[in-house]
């Protein structure tokens, strides 16, 4: 993979969002989303395939998406991804090259 990060290749407009759950006014749990931050990306789909292993599904990374670095933006693997009407799950993430220009996201899209 090359260092340099391509604009015209991250034509995508991602956003980041957070999961919380919060208590109702009777005690329930209310869970919320809140969109953490946007930002343009390259997404480009894998092949998908789960394994059973040790009697449980494991399922492996179904899409890669290539962002802008941005020590801001702190990435956490408890977070999701949406584009469009899609929603993409965070397997893991990192800056491949340690130069702090790209990171790389290996993300599982949700099916309904």
Request: charged share 25%; net charge positive; proline share 3%.
């Amino acid at each position: 993979m090359s260092t340099r990060v391509k604009a015209g290749r991250m034509r995508f407009r991602i956003n980041v969002l957070d999961r919380t759950v919060k208590r109702g006014s009777m005690g329930g749990e209310i869970p919320t989303e809140q969109v953490l931050y946007s930002c343009n990306a390259d997404i480009i789909p894998l092949s998908s395939k789960e394994t059973i292993n040790g009697g449980q599904v494991q399922a492996f990374a179904s899409h890669r998406i290539i962002m802008r670095y941005n020590p801001d933006h702190g990435l956490k693997s408890k977070q999701f991804i949406t584009y469009d009407n899609r929603v993409f799950e965070i397997i893991s993430y990192s800056d491949m090259d340690n130069l702090r220009r790209k990171l790389v996201v290996l993300v599982l899209e949700q099916v309904d």
